[in-house]
Every structure is written in C-alpha cells, then in structure tokens.
C-alpha cells in the first residue's frame, strides 16, 4: 500500500513568516549601521584632511657608532636542524 503524503512541516507558517521579518529586520538593522559608520568614517577623514598640514620637530639623532662593511662571501643562513628537511 503506497500512499502519496506531503512531509509536515516541524514549525507553522506563521512562526517561519515571523521568522523571516525577524531575519530581515537584522539584516536591515546592520546595513543602516554600517551606513551610519560609513558616513562617520568619511567625515572624520575630510575634517582631518581640510585641517591642513601638520608639521613635527623630532629631535636630532646622534649616531653613536658606526658597523663594518658587510663581506661579499655568500653564507647559508638557514639552520642546520633544517637543512635536513
């Protein structure tokens, strides 16, 4: 005996409606925030750019000594553990 049944659904169409404005309303709710951060991140970026250039003094470095010039020799620089693999 075959009968031809539809599967029944674990939750009602009401529950999976709300469900779907639930997720919508999310997602909604992240664009417009991203939006909002977006335009921030643009003003505060032209309100530093219009500011004009910032000029800094740093102080004068003194060299305390000098290195030798390095050999033209090449070396193999990698560790001999690894030279195995």
Do not use: D
Not at 10 to 19: C, D, E, F, W
Not at 40 to 60: D, F, H, N, Q, W
């Amino acid at each position: 005996m075959t009968t031809n049944r539809r599967p029944q659904a674990l939750i009602s169409t009401g529950a999976r409606i709300a469900a779907a404005f639930m997720v919508a309303g999310l997602f909604g709710a992240v664009c417009a925030e991203a939006a909002h951060e977006s335009r921030y991140a643009v003003r505060e970026s032209s309100a530093a750019m219009s500011r004009g250039a910032i000029y800094v003094k740093l102080p004068t470095v003194e060299i305390v000594a000098r290195r030798e010039a390095a050999s033209a020799v090449a070396t193999s620089s990698v560790h001999p553990s690894a030279q195995a693999l």
